[in-house]
């Protein structure tokens, strides 16, 4: 097999195309300058709890101020978070008076000042809690014993997060997650040749129903049409600037395949603006008229969401990702080293951008698809040391979870193209453990996992609560 150097293969063509920034985060306007709609701000209600000043187990007066000032830096911060409200409680009729104001809210922030009972059932936090909107309660040490009371609704399946802390960076953390359920609401997704998961996933109506995420049927003969609408020169100059140009090295792959694979990314997202959508999956991505693997790579680049096989249960694992976290996932098909304690991933289409869209490009080569031989597909050298979090949303109410460590970088000629191998903490453990004993399906439902930078364990968790679904750990 011989290996050309980039300039080689291509020669200098002229540069095209700009990188977009991510549309599912913070910031957005790339994208939206490409075409993307801006979402509207999440709205957030702050509620403080309790007496303050110089008496016993109660926060000081100015501290209000002070954590108004912090969550106004949230909000700037993160770009598309409204703070409102700022009620003082301080009886429970006050909480009547919260309720009354919380129309069209997205989340609560409820600050727990002072208070021994008052926070008992029936008190001015239980009534708002028992709104059912997704609320956090941050209380910190000497802020009362009223703690005690605050775990039953955790129990009671109430959709809060509990923060019995003095770290008011959890205020950003929890911030940032109470994003994720109004964003799922103006999600769309395109699903080209039908969706494939779990049972529930795969009916359009249930995914909207529960999530409120539109699913877009979108058929082979019209990605065609897409990709024949492209301009050649707009997709070489795009292929040039976005792959050949940074590329490590390209291998298999000749000029003409590059640039056919580059006018399907480009197709794609001309569908998904013209729909209005955030993400992609498909099942034809090993079709006609190309490979999706440059596609979903890019998408996932710039903070949008491109997954492949019609994997539905992986599609919303990464676009709720992408909310949260602002980070994208890789579509794996793992298996088992129980001597090195380790699980190998490996897949034919990655994003290089690992860390998020603002996050530097990892190294990659372009080589045909494994398992085929044909068409173009990418083998991003992922980071060793890097800890990772694995997950897959399942059955709409589950999300499998794990963690690991990045320990070595491959390239068996067994495996798809992008390969690494992670150090979990009980290799056999998990393997038993595969499903958590609630994943049932066809073989690419029960093998997919979706691997993301980072250990977004706890995050999880409290996502889990403030939006009502299932947290199972694999390992």
């Not at 058929?219 to 049409?225: R, Y």
């Not at 480009?266 to 999956?281: C, E, H, P, S, Y």
């Not at 980070?327 to 001597?339: A, C, E, K, Q, S």
């Not at 597909?377 to 992922?382: H, N, P, R, W």
Request: net charge negative; charged share 20%.
């Amino acid at each position: 097999m011989s290996k050309i150097s980039r300039r080689q293969f291509f020669g200098t063509t002229a540069m095209g195309s700009v990188v977009l920034a991510s549309s599912m985060g913070a910031s957005g306007q790339a994208a939206t300058d490409e075409g993307w709609p801006q979402m509207p701000p999440v709205k957030i209600y702050k509620v403080f709890v309790g007496r303050t000043g110089d008496i016993y187990m109660s926060r000081p007066t100015e501290e209000i101020e002070k954590i108004n000032q912090h969550l106004d830096g949230v909000a700037k911060k993160l770009g598309d978070v409204q703070f409102v409200g700022g009620d003082l409680v301080q009886k429970p009729e006050d909480g009547d008076a919260v309720i009354a104001n919380l129309s069209g809210v997205d989340g609560i922030i409820l600050v727990h000042l002072s208070g021994h009972g008052g926070d008992a059932p029936g008190g001015a936090m239980d009534k708002i809690v028992n709104t059912g909107i997704p609320t956090a309660v941050f209380s910190q040490p000497f802020s009362g014993h009223g703690w005690m009371y605050f775990p039953a609704w955790q129990k009671a399946g109430k959709k809060v997060v509990l923060l019995p802390t003095s770290d008011w960076t959890e205020l950003d953390r929890v911030t940032a997650l109470m994003r994720v359920a109004p964003r799922l609401r103006q999600t769309k997704i395109l699903v080209i040749r039908g969706p494939m998961g779990t049972t529930p996933v795969k009916d359009a109506a249930l995914v909207k129903e529960k999530w409120g995420i539109e699913c877009v049927p979108i058929t082979v003969e019209q990605t065609l049409e897409a990709h024949g609408s492209i301009d050649l020169a707009e997709a070489t100059a795009e292929a040039e600037k976005y792959w050949i140009s940074p590329a490590k090295q390209i291998v298999e792959p000749t000029r003409d395949e590059i640039i056919n694979a580059t006018r399907l990314q480009l197709a794609i997202k001309k569908l998904m603006i013209q729909n209005g959508a955030q993400a992609v999956t498909s099942s034809n991505c090993m079709g006609d008229p190309a490979k999706g693997c440059f596609a979903f790579s890019k998408l996932n680049d710039i903070g949008l969401v491109g997954a492949c096989e019609g994997d539905m249960d992986s599609t919303l694992t990464m676009v709720i990702f992408a909310h949260a976290f602002g980070v994208p996932g890789f579509i794996t098909d793992p298996v088992f080293d129980t001597v090195r304690n380790a699980l190998i991933h490996f897949h034919c289409t990655c994003a290089t951008k690992m860390d998020g869209p603002g996050g530097d490009r990892l190294p990659f080569s372009i080589r045909t698809q494994t398992d085929s031989g044909r068409g173009v597909a990418l083998d991003v050298e992922q980071r060793v040391g890097q800890e990772i979090t694995c997950a897959k949303f399942i059955n709409l109410d589950t999300m499998l979870i794990s963690t690991g460590k990045i320990i070595e970088v491959t390239h068996d000629k067994l495996a798809c193209r992008t390969q690494f191998v992670t150090e979990v903490g009980d290799a056999r453990k998990m393997f038993l453990n595969w499903g958590g004993g609630v994943l049932e399906g066809d073989v690419m439902t029960l093998l997919h996992r979706v691997v993301f930078y980072g250990n977004h364990t706890q995050s999880i968790a409290d996502l889990g609560n403030l939006m009502g679904f299932k947290v199972v750990e694999e390992a």
